[in-house]
């Protein structure tokens, strides 16, 4: 069955330190991979996605994240992070059946500290 | 440019009272979805629709009712509520291909 691991349940870094949450799925098939973030109190807001290609993806907010097969992952990272920064994180995968279903991770919190 | 709306944002429901959560979308996406999002569990789907029409279940499907009449909504129905289904439900929409937008959520309690 599809699933996706997010072993970290909460992050947390100083402003200006680099971040990696990681982010972990099975899947037989050639995944599609997301990432979104949620602020207190909202709806997600997509990050980054990857469906084939280029394996290292550049999304929104400065975020990237790089999809290893060998390693079933898809890491989200930021070279520098900012007190905006501090949210949940959520790492889905397409699931199978299509329509654009999406299975997620039980997300990372992270804290940013000034 | 709203987006995806979803009404009400807060209710406090009563164990065994009914109530409609109404998710409207203004994008002429062609799918739509209801999920609901737990402490430590991410979100998982509760029922989705392909088109006007159509519902089908996902995940977590017991103990709601959807329907979509009009392509632009997307209703999740409770008709006999009980705690468990106390949660935070998202709806959220896509185009056929496309990513989903979600809408800002909407908390429901159960006493």
């Known amino acids: 069955a599809q699933s996706v691991t997010q072993p970290d349940i909460h992050i947390t870094v100083s402003e200006g330190a680099s971040l990696e949450l990681r982010c972990n799925y099975s899947y037989g098939a050639t995944p599609y991979l997301f990432w979104y973030v949620q602020s207190p109190g909202q709806g997600l807001q997509l990050l980054l996605k990857y469906f084939s290609g280029d394996t290292l993806v550049q999304g929104i907010k400065g975020f990237e994240a790089e999809f290893k097969r060998s390693q079933s992952s898809f890491n989200l990272r930021k070279p520098s992070v900012h007190w905006s920064d501090a949210a949940e994180y959520f790492c889905a995968v397409g699931a199978a059946g299509g329509y654009n279903k999406l299975i997620f991770g039980a997300g990372t919190r992270l804290a940013v500290h000034p | 440019n709203a987006g995806v709306t979803q009404t009400p944002k807060f209710r406090v429901l009563k164990t065994g009272q009914s109530m409609t959560l109404l998710c409207a979308q203004d994008?002429?996406?062609?799918?739509m979805y209801w999920y609901r999002q737990d402490p430590g569990m991410g979100l998982r789907l509760i029922h989705y629709?392909?088109?006007?029409?159509?519902?089908a279940k996902g995940e977590v499907p017991d103990g709601y009712n959807v329907s979509r009449l009009k392509k632009q909504n997307f209703l999740l129905g409770l008709e006999s509520a009980a705690p468990s289904q106390t949660s935070v439900y998202f709806c959220?929409?896509?185009?056929?291909?496309?990513?989903?937008?979600f809408g800002a959520g909407s908390r429901l309690t159960v006493l």
């Open positions: 959220a929409s896509s185009p056929e291909a496309g990513s989903q937008t």
């Open positions: 994008m002429n996406h062609e799918y």
């Open positions: 629709s392909v088109g006007e029409g159509t519902t």
